[in-house]
């Protein structure tokens, strides 16, 4: 009976994702003392994680705020893409070009697309795949904590 739960477990993994990620320096400044998660679609999602907000992770306090256009996506440091999004992966993805976003995603596609991790379900676990390519290429730095229990796709 994972289907309840499985909302809340994604937003524990996004959480979690956090704290084995690192940004570049310079882009820290831009959330202050905080890193920000947007999130696109994904309600129920958006509702968990909001519970989560003012947690202090690595020393900096986690914001949620919904992402409603394009041109604010930059402003993230995390953005998970639900399912529910009226929009292109690849229009996505290409505002985030440059971007030293982390994107998070759940759909079938999403790493091959460019995104960074990608959650899915597997029996009864939630897992989770990582395009490291598309990591380095937005400048984070993945634990290799996080490597090992992932499943690392190429492009």
Same mark, same amino acid.
């Given at each position: 009976a994972l289907?309840? /739960?499985e909302d809340q477990i994604k937003s524990d993994m996004i959480i979690n994702f956090?704290?084995?990620?690192?940004?570049? *320096?310079?882009?820290s400044d831009h959330g202050g003392? *905080? /890193?920000i998660i947007g999130v696109m679609g994904a309600d129920p999602i958006m509702e968990i994680l909001k519970?989560?907000?003012g947690k202090i992770i690595n020393g900096k306090t986690i914001r949620v705020r919904r992402v409603e256009a394009l041109k604010d996506i930059p402003q993230c440091h995390v953005l998970f893409v639900g399912q529910s999004g009226t929009w292109k992966y690849n229009e996505i993805l290409s505002a985030v070009q440059g971007s030293a976003v982390l994107t998070i995603g759940d759909t079938e596609e999403f790493c091959r697309e460019g995104g960074i991790i990608r959650m899915f379900r597997e029996k009864n676990k939630i897992r989770f795949e990582i395009n490291n390519i598309a990591a380095s290429q937005s400048n984070l730095q993945l634990s290799s904590k996080l490597l090992e229990i992932a499943t690392v796709v190429t492009q």
């Open positions: 289907e309840g /739960i956090i704290r084995f990620v690192k940004w570049p *320096s310079d882009m003392e *905080s /890193i519970t989560q907000e």
